[in-house]
Each structure stands twice: as structure tokens, then as C-alpha cells.
């Protein structure tokens, strides 16, 4: 326990402190901005770190060194500067880049609110499943008409 | 569950996946011991990825198709090093059947026939109008989807209605009616409607990570079931490491590893193989013996030899109206067969099949794919990105026949085991020149498809890497027991009670998804041992 805290804080388990967690968050706001009609929302306001416990709680392992890349007033930065260190990041570490992209992705596109908007269905493909147009079988009429072709 | 017990059955069949599942229920008539050991076990549909918000994820660890990358205990590794193709399979109750994409179409009449029509290859023992019957029997087992009519087979009726085209088989479509091509909804092992108690295919998406709506045709719901109630017994988690024989030269049995690992052996009076073109030959080059140094019935130096997949080019457009790429079965939606018999203008002998899929992956292989390929940028202009090409496109994939050469192998890796200290197989394998041209033809093809119906943007390429879903050749069938392994009933030329009923017996490859053709088979042999049964080893 740090020294300098009292009785009286409540230690969290949360596997980041508040301002990595908003550096993290500002990295993902990066990643995927908000769209400009405001019908897309911004990664940065989905809870990734919840999605990596959730889903790949491996990664959190490597979240510290990727978040040790970022300056800590990165999330001051405009997004203009904020892409270009991203930018810079992903060059240098490609590997460690896709995975981060790999979970703010999943996060983001497991999102009901951005499933709606994209029109993909929320949530499991089962057991809500989709609907498919039977489609245009007349097409086949001129396939129909065609002569035996199978060889003997 | 195992009920091991040393007496000896009367058949033991190694694999539980399409082939096994059919030869089971067919010989269960006998009211023989059958017994069949699989070396996974049943797998629950809602284990399945499509019961879970994360299920593209899942898609690409524990639910691959890859053996490799998913790794579970029943699983073998592969050494896939020497091949531009690597292997795909599932170990488990309904083998393959569990993650294929259930696209089931027949070998065709000519198939059958490649020397005497081509001039190349070899023909085979059996042909399409003698398994005729089988293939309808199966039809109706397994529960497939279609049209009658194509005019490019010989007269079928598939006992389901066809799956729906959707917006993008419409659109395709078009495209092939312009250029004047044929193309035919495909046969597809996916129930349209409600049959045999299961429930209709309810356009999830993802078949090849299983179907948690039991629509796809898998045979652990299909004809297992259907075995066990006739009294089959099916032995899971059984991983056969040999067969024995005995001093006249009978296989006499297995030794096997339990589920707990340890050695057991298991006599038997007939032995029956199905265990896929990869895993037929190692577990028989494995059962060396002063009778069979070189492998148990290979006394023809084939069993391991004549490789084959179906290279598989592909190509995608992207379409500035919205399809539904997302939804139905991804791989199941018309195939076209325009370039599938041999017209030696185009550069190669043989053909290929179009299979026109979905095309698209969900949200996040979308968005993971435009970022491999840098058409979705992350960032600003992600959006429009984005949903400029999420359920904008269309793929068609081009299944080259693939001619058997000797030199393409399996073989056992010398240092490479699987988790019972098996040694794994390892492939060898190079792409001909002839297959070469027939992908680049196809893709070419495929192309102005893609431009007729009305695509901006085209890619395509091949042969894909993990695309060895089809495993064929490696201990083919035949009348002479100097070029082949088995006779034209699956029996084996050297071990009289010996039989192979999987894909390995294929002479040629056809250019069709095989395993309608692999069930077909199974039916026919189990149909002709219950007809020889009183002097099956003569």
C-alpha cells in the first residue's frame, strides 16, 4: 500500500490508476473518434478496460507498456497531434499496435448503440438470427433454358 | 464414454466425423458390435461462438479452424512447412462436419472418368450413376437444401427447398446473367425448413465455428443419433495410435490412449477407417510391423501419396448498395460450374467450381481487415470507411480440381508429437503448374463477374493458406493393387478386413466441396460389406 494513503481510501482492484485510465480512454477516443454527425460514438467512451477483463484479460498484462509510450498529457493533445503520436507508436511497435487495435475494435463493435447504427443486430448471432430475402429466383430463366450440359 | 473391454468386436470403425457417422448407421443394420472410436468428444451447440457477443473472437483462438492455432487436447498438431496450403479439420463428434461450411455438392458424372474422357490421372473403380442412390440416401440423411433442375448434373431432387440468395446472391447473380454463365443455387447441407425435428437455418452467419441453431447438417445431430438408437457404440475421447495384426495378416485390433491417457488395446474382427486423407494415412503409417515395415497396407508404397486439396482462389467485390454480407450461411449461396469440365483453350486440363458466398465477415473482421489491407484507416474517416465496405461485398471462391501427384505427402514428422506422443503429420505439398493457371483462369474470370454485376472495387488472389479443408488421395481406390491401396469397395488390397471409407480413397479430386461424395462412398462400402458379409475376406 502506498504510504501516503490514509484509512480512509478505498483501495480499488481496477487495474488502472485514473489517469492511465483516461490515457487509455484518450487512446482509444484516437482510434475511433466519434463521427462527425454525432450518430457514431467514440470508442473512448466505451469501457474497454470492463470488455478486457471480460474478454482477453491477457492483455491487460500488456497495457502498462503500451500505455508507458504515451506522454501523460497525451490526452490534452488535439487529435491532430494525438494521431501523429499514434501514428508514431504503431510504426514502432506494429505488433503490440494490432493488438491494442484488435481490443479497442472488439470493444467497440461489440457496442449495442454501434451495432444499431451500423445495422448489424445486438448482441450473440443466436438465437436472434438475421433475415435474408429468399431473392429473385425468375434470374435463373435464362440458366433454365439452357441445354444439358453435363458431361457423360 | 469408453467401455473398454479386450473382446474382440465385430467392426471398429476409427472416427466419428462424416464418413464414420455414415458407414456406423449403415452396418448398424447388422446388429453386429459396432463399436467407433473417436478421438474427441461431443461438442455442446452452446459451446458453439454465435451464442456470444464476442463470437468473431472466439472465432479465431479455441473455435479455429486451424488444428495449429486451436489446440485442444484432442487435437493433433500439423506440420504444414512444406505446403502452400495448410490443413483444417475438428476432432470431435462429427469430425469436419462441426466447422464445414456445409457447401454439398456432387462430384460430378465426369469426375469419375478423368483418364478415359482426359487422359489424365486415373479413372475411377466406382462411377456417379452406381453411387446415384447413395448420394440420395444421404440427402435425405443428412438434410440438404436445392433446386432441381441444374442443368449441368443429372436429374436430383434435394429434399429441402434452396437457402435464400439474399440481396447478394441477387446481385451476383446478375452478373453472371450478363456474361451469359451458368449458375445454380447450391446444394447446401443446411435445412431451409424444419426436417427430421430440427429447426430451420435461421441465417446466423458464422457456420464455420459451428452452428448453435442445429440447422447445418453436422452428423453428430444427423446420423448419430440415428446410430446410437440402432445400437452403435460410440467411444469418445479414444485416440487410436495402431492397428495390430496378426500372424495371417488380419488387422486384430487397436491400441488406443483413453481419456485419461493410458494405453489400451481393443481387438476387433473388422476394422474401419475414417479418420480424413490426413489422418487415415498416419495412423497406418504408424502401425509398422515385420508384415508392414512401410506402414500397415501399403505394400504399394501409395498409402501417404497422391495428396490432394482443392487450391482455392478467391476474389471479392466491393458494391456501392448495401447486400447482406453479413448474414445467412457464409458459404452456401450458388455456385456456378461454366469452367468446370475441360477445355484445353484455357491453359490447363480439368475445371473449377465458382462458389459464390456471403462474402462478408461481421464488424470487426471487417474493421480488422480493412486496417490489414489500409482500405479502413483507424482515426478520422474510419466511419465512412467503415461503412462504406460492412455488408458492401460480395466473394467468390474458385475450388481448382487438383490432380494427384505422388510427390505431394503425408508423412510422420520425426520429431513433431501430438499430446499422447504420436508423431503428428507433416504435409508435403507444391502447387502444379496446371492448377497454377487454373486459379489464375479462375480468378480472371471471377473478375469480370465482379465487373458485370456492378463492383467498384475487385480483389482477389490465391491459392488461400488456410484453405486445406478438403483432404483427398492418400490411400485411393482402385482394381490393381500396385497402384492403389483399396479395391473398389473400400476394402484394402493387402489386409482383407481392413477398410477405408474417407476421403483418402479419392482417385481424382474433382472440383467440388467432397463431402457429400465421401458420404456417398461410406454408404456404398457399408452397403456392399452387409451384401458380401458371408465371405467378406474372400
Partial sequence: MND??????????????PARLRLLASLADTIVPASADGRMPTAGDMDLVGHIQQFSPEFLTELPQILDCFDTDFPEQDLDDRCERVKVFSEAEPALFRRLLSRVYACYYQDDQVRTAIGAGVGAPFPRGNEVAPGDLSLLDPVMNNPITWRR | MAL????????????????????????????????????????????????????????????????NVRGRPADYPINN?????????????????????AHFPRLHPSDFRVKSLDGVADDWPVSYELLEPFFAANDRMMGVSGLAG??????????????????????????????????????SAIISRPYEGRDQCKNLGPCTSGCAQGAKSSTDITYWPAALRAGVELWTNCRVREITVSDDGMASGVY????????QFQGAEVVVMACN????????LNSTSSQFPDGLANRSGLVGRNLMFHPIGFVQGLFEERLDSHMGPQGCNFLSNEFYETDL??????????????????????????????AIPWGPGHHDAFQARFDHTASIGILCEDLPEQHNTVTLDPELVDSDGIAAPKINYTLSDNSRRMIDHGVARATEVMEAAGAIEITGGGPARL???????????????????????????????????????FVTSGGVNPTSTIQALALYIADTMKKNLANLFD
Fill in chain 2, 345 to 374: 483453350s484455357r491453359g490447363f486440363v480439368r475445371g473449377y467450381m465458382m462458389q459464390v458466398t456471403r462474402g462478408g465477415g461481421g464488424p470487426f473482421a471487417t474493421a480488422m481487415q480493412g486496417a490489414a489491407t489500409g
Fill in chain 2, 277 to 284: 486423407g490426413v489422418g487415415t494415412p498416419r495412423i497406418l
Fill in chain 2, 467 to 505: 484453405a486445406g479443408w478438403h483432404l483427398l488421395g492418400t490411400a485411393r481406390m482402385g482394381n490393381d493393387p500396385a497402384t492403389s491401396v483399396v479395391n473398389g469397395w473400400g476394402r484394402s488390397h493387402d489386409v482383407k478386413n481392413l477398410f477405408i471409407v474417407d476421403g483418402s480413397i
Fill in chain 1, 4 to 17: 501516503n494513503m490514509n484509512d480512509n481510501v478505498i483501495v480499488s482492484d481496477h487495474p488502472l490508476d
Fill in chain 2, 150 to 187: 441444374d442443368p449441368t448434373y443429372p436429374a436430383k431432387q434435394p429434399p429441402l427447398p434452396p437457402l435464400p440468395l439474399g440481396r447478394t446472391g441477387e446481385t451476383v447473380a446478375r452478373g453472371f446473367n450478363k456474361l451469359g454463365w451458368h449458375w445454380w443455387p447450391s446444394d
Fill in chain 2, 81 to 101: 512447412d512444406a505446403s502452400p496450403i495448410s490443413v483444417v479439420n475438428y476432432n470431435g463428434v462429427g469430425g469436419g462436419t462441426i466447422l464445414y461450411a
Fill in chain 2, 256 to 263: 488406443y490412449y483413453d481419456a485419461d491417457g493410458n494405453e
Fill in chain 2, 4 to 67: 473398454a473391454s479386450n473382446a474382440p468386436v465385430d467392426v471398429l470403425i476409427i472416427g466419428a466425423g462424416a464418413s464414420g457417422a455414415a458407414v456406423a448407421y449403415s452396418l448398424a443394420d447388422t446388429r453386429m458390435r459396432i463399436v467407433c472410436m473417436e478421438q474427441g468428444d461431443w461438442t455442446r451447440p452452446s459451446e458453439y461462438p454465435s451464442n456470444y457477443p464476442d463470437w468473431e473472437q472466439q472465432q479465431g483462438g479455441e473455435h479455429s479452424i486451424d488444428p
